[in-house]
């Protein structure tokens, strides 16, 4: 492994990007490793999940790239650095670097001064030494911000290239209004909705967009009832961008007489180009009516909280057969009168529209007719990696006995069936497998991909199923096996 060339090393790196351990590891190797790896880890040196308080060299790397005078000024005003932020350091860092985070620089501050007069001297330092240093920008995080970047020397020559912005509502509507003249092409916006105000910054930062390919939004607030609309003026211009909008994520609270949902029904039809649509919401004001008019050709990943499943029926029967990500999490007409007929044709819509799907949530209930149907599926639907699987039997009140046939028909049917692809099955504590159909179902599984499995039910937190569980970890069958609650199954 450590003789292979600089090209495949770097394809392989760039697999590991988000893998800060391995990446990290990797660097220990040799000196090609490193030299090869260091350009991809600085690349965005913020995004790693690792706490950046105790990561001094990312402070002294940074230090080491300020200015002699600067750096006097500031020492002058009690900030510390260290003398290894004198040494020439092995690589030229910040010519790989193409990102800013506000939040992670704000962290590895107080290193060198713990006053707040000091740690804004050197925000300030710090934000100008990197958008005049670092050759082009992709990404910003400036959740939080005290300082208008677009000030700075080169800063519209730095920020006209910019990819992806994170941000949140609190910022002054004036930093947004000086962002847009500046970033005109940024393809991914994140807004974290923190505060009950309507910016009115983050609608003309949208409008100045050409192309504005992803879009998400997340309240973050803890106040349920608000007087004015906080989303109006953000989805009239999301719909001005109809013919660009591929992803759309948008998490809306419950914001009582606040919020005009017949907006949201209006201009979601409009965007015709969605390729991920992601609906996460504490209320639902869509008809099945107003669901069937969501028509997505190109949709491959559909993730809406509270539908039903002859509306969700519909959106598939729709699309143009690339769907790939189907998860449906809260149906609310489990106890509907035609749940049977409707959950059938469910199924069956998935494996002639959804050949390609890959992350599939199912809910039905535990008849022949329905388990011949699933069982179709798994034949057609090869793709398919992650299950999560829901049973209710409307009809009668099943006895336990029957509900442990019920677990035995779908391991078989897992067995008889399930592509190879098949990397993880979730269910919920309706179904229930004997310690002898556990057992016998994951004998018959070895030679295949370890499997991980999830559930909510607390059988499998006793003993015996603990040790059978361990027994088929330890010989390679079981990647994982937890047991969750409810809310932490999806």
Not at 110 to 121: D, E, K, M, T, V
Not at 298 to 324: F, M, Q, R, T, V
Not at 369 to 390: A, I, P, R, Y
Request: hydrophobic content about 40%.
């Amino acid at each position: 492994m450590s003789q292979l060339n600089k090209d495949i090393l770097f394809l392989l790196f760039e697999e590991l990007q988000a893998d800060s351990k391995s990446l990290f590891s990797c660097l220990l190797v040799n000196r090609l490793w490193c030299e090869t790896g260091i350009p991809i880890l600085w690349r965005n040196p913020w995004r790693y999940d690792i706490n950046y308080t105790n990561k001094c060299y990312l402070f002294f790397i940074i230090s080491f790239y300020l200015p002699v005078g600067i750096k006097e000024f500031l020492s002058s005003q009690g900030i510390n650095f260290p003398p290894i932020s004198y040494q020439t350091p092995l690589f030229d860092y910040l010519s790989f670097c193409k990102s800013i985070n506000v939040n992670v620089i704000n962290s590895i501050i107080p290193i060198g001064s713990s006053l707040a007069y000091n740690q804004f001297l050197l925000q300030q330092e710090f934000y100008n030494l990197l958008i005049t240093t670092c050759p082009e920008f992709k990404y910003l995080d400036m959740r939080p911000i005290n300082h208008q970047l677009f000030y700075f020397p080169e800063a519209k020559t730095r920020l006209e290239t910019l990819y992806e912005l994170n941000c949140n509502t609190s910022v002054e509507p004036t930093y947004f209004y000086g962002l847009a003249r500046i970033c005109q092409n940024i393809q991914k916006l994140i807004i974290i909705n923190n505060t009950i105000k309507v910016n009115p910054g983050i609608a003309k930062l949208i409008e100045a967009q050409k192309n504005l390919k992803n879009f998400e939004w997340k309240d973050n607030f803890e106040e349920y009832y608000i007087m004015e609309d906080p989303y109006k003026e953000t989805l009239l211009a999301l719909e001005k961008k109809a013919n660009i909008l591929n992803h759309l994520q948008i998490f809306f609270k419950y914001v009582g007489g606040g919020f005009d949902h017949r907006l949201l029904q209006q201009i979601l039809p409009k965007l015709y180009k969605l390729r991920t649509l992601i609906i996460e919401e504490d209320f639902i004001y869509f008809t099945d009516n107003q669901f069937k008019m969501l028509v997505y050709h190109d949709i491959e990943i559909l993730n809406i909280d509270y539908i039903s499943i002859n509306a969700a029926s519909s959106i598939i029967e729709n699309s143009g057969g690339h769907l790939k990500e189907l998860l449906l999490f809260k149906y609310y007409d489990y106890f509907e009168d035609n749940f049977n007929k409707d959950s059938l044709n469910f199924i069956q819509k998935i494996y002639v529209h959804c050949p390609l799907i890959e992350y599939l949530t199912l809910t039905f209930p535990p008849t022949k007719e329905h388990f011949t149907e699933f069982e179709k599926l798994l034949k057609v639907c090869q793709n398919l990696k992650s299950l999560l699987l829901f049973i209710f039997n409307l009809d009668i009140k099943e006895r336990n006995e029957k509900i442990l046939e019920n677990g035995e028909e779908l391991l078989n049917i897992l067995i008889r069936s399930a592509p190879t692809n098949l990397r993880e099955i979730r269910f919920f504590d309706d179904f229930k497998f004997s310690l002898k159909a556990l057992e016998e179902f994951l004998e018959k599984w070895r030679g295949r991909p370890a499997l991980s499995i999830v559930t909510s039910d607390h059988i499998y937190n006793t003993e015996y199923y603990i040790n059978l569980i361990k027994k088929y970890k330890n010989d390679g069958v079981i990647k994982d096996f937890r047991f969750v609650p409810c809310h932490e199954i999806y």
